[in-house]
């Protein structure tokens, strides 16, 4: 079955301890995206990624990393996590072939940061 | 990038059809128009896309205004699943390696199907 995967789904946190939320996706997509979705702002772009190695900032990456080493994986990295980072994420992944690049997302991490 | 403009929230009955407006009136020639939709507790999933011409698919039918200032999702009969956040997007042509022509995300139309 066609899918991307998040993992963990849900988590809490406490300020400044390192996390790493996983996804992956098998459907060999070369695009992958992490938004962020808060109440009365809709999903916000966090990074994005083209393809292996190769990464960029979205609209909001601040205090977020990530890596592309595979081309089926996107983890996302929050170094030092504050409480604004309490949110819902959501990675998702697209073909760039073809003319609409539909975006597969996961299921969601619901992250809280005490 | 142009704007939609959705109505917070519309009710239908199960089983009725459902007609979804969206507004973009700013909409530039090679702007595709997304629909998106996200159940409860889960990530967006694609519902259907088209440029100038209607469009069908399984899941649900896009109508075209003729001067693609405005949209319709329609949803031919609501059933209880169907309530969810719907997503109307504009997007300046597909992505590419060299283009993150990114999904920008509105706050979307909430459904919510009667029994």
């Known amino acids: 079955e066609a899918q991307v995967t998040q993992n963990p789904r849900y988590l809490i946190t406490v300020t400044g301890k390192k996390l790493t939320v996983t996804c992956s996706q098998n459907?060999?997509?070369?695009?992958m995206s992490w938004y962020r979705q808060d109440p009365g702002l809709g999903l916000r772009q966090i990074y994005y990624?083209?393809?292996?190695?190769?990464?960029d900032k979205g609209d909001v990456p601040e205090g977020y990393k990530v890596s592309r080493k595979e081309k089926r994986n996107f983890p996302l990295i929050l170094e030092s996590p504050s409480p604004n980072q309490t949110s819902l994420y959501f990675c998702?992944?697209?073909?760039?072939?073809?003319?609409?690049?539909?975006?597969?997302f996961g299921p969601g991490t619901r992250l809280t940061v005490l | 990038d142009a704007k939609t403009t959705q109505p917070n929230s519309m009710e239908s009955n199960e089983e009725e059809p459902v007609h979804l407006p969206c507004n973009h009136s700013?909409?530039?020639?090679?702007?595709?128009i997304h629909w998106y939709r996200q159940l409860p507790s889960q990530g967006p999933e694609y519902v259907i896309h088209?440029?100038?011409?209607?469009v069908n698919n399984r899941m649900a039918s896009l109508a075209i205004a003729e001067d693609r200032k405005s949209s319709t999702l329609i949803l031919h009969r609501a059933t209880l699943r169907d309530a969810a956040v719907y997503y109307c997007?504009?997007?300046?042509?597909?992505?590419?390696?060299?283009?993150?022509?990114?999904?920008?995300w509105g706050l979307g139309t909430s459904l919510a199907v009667n029994p």
């Open positions: 998702a992944s697209s073909t760039l072939r073809g003319s609409y690049n539909e975006q597969f």
């Open positions: 459907m060999n997509h070369e695009y």
């Open positions: 990624s083209m393809n292996v190695e190769v990464t």
């Open positions: 700013t909409i530039s020639g090679t702007d595709y």
């Open positions: 088209g440029l100038t011409s209607n």
């Open positions: 997007i504009l997007r300046d042509g597909p992505l590419s390696a060299g283009n993150n022509r990114k999904l920008i």
